[in-house]
Every structure is written in C-alpha cells, then in structure tokens.
C-alpha cells in the first residue's frame, strides 16, 4: 500500500513538526481553559468508572498481571505496564460519557 504524502513529507511527519514548534504562548488561552476542564473532566469520570464492577474486575486484573510499573491506572492506587495501564484506563473511561461531556465544552472567545 502507498503511503500518502502532501509535497515531500508524510503528514505524520507534519503533524510532529508542528506539535514540535508549537509552544504554550502560541496556544490561545481559550483553548488552554477548555482543555484543561476536557482533562479534569475525563480525569474525574475516569476515577469514577474505577470504582464501578466492571473497573474494578478490571483493576484486578491488570494488578494481579504485575507488570512493570511504567504508567498510572487511574484510580486504581498502583502503576501497571503502558499497555495495560491504557486498557485499564479506557476500560474505567465510559466513551460515550467522554464524548458527550467533551461536545458540551466551548470556546468562549471565539478565536482560534
């Protein structure tokens, strides 16, 4: 399969190279503020779904795996290898919920 390109570099490549150049200050602070309410919010419904049965069969799981202590699962009090940890996490993180609270967030200037 051919990788697609725009001109001489992959958009994967581009996609790094703006990350790369992009520092906070050129961040408009709107944006910044629904951010950071977007990463409490998942963080709290994450915490919250750790709770639930199915987060904490899943918890278990993942802790009794007792692999390298690389990445936190949330909510769980212990850290699990990177793969786990994300399954864990998704796992704890209803995406519908996430979704739904995500598209209730807005800009408040307008600018971007």
Do not use: W
């Not at 150049?21 to 309410?37: L, M, Q």
């Not at 850290?79 to 598209?103: D, I, M, S, Y």
Request: glycine share 8%.
């Amino acid at each position: 399969m051919p990788m697609v390109t725009t001109g001489r570099k992959m958009y994967t490549e581009q996609l790094c190279s703006f990350v790369h150049r992009t520092g906070y200050d050129d961040i408009p602070p709107d944006v910044i503020a629904v951010a950071k309410k977007a990463i409490l919010d998942y963080l709290a419904v994450t915490m919250s779904g750790s709770r639930e049965p199915s987060g904490r069969i899943m918890g278990e799981m993942v802790r009794e795996n007792r692999s390298p202590e690389e990445a936190t699962v949330i909510g769980a009090g212990f850290k699990a290898g990177c793969a786990l940890a994300a399954l864990a996490n998704g796992n704890f993180t209803p995406f519908h919920t996430v979704h739904v609270e995500f598209a209730s967030l807005t800009l408040t200037s307008g600018k971007h």
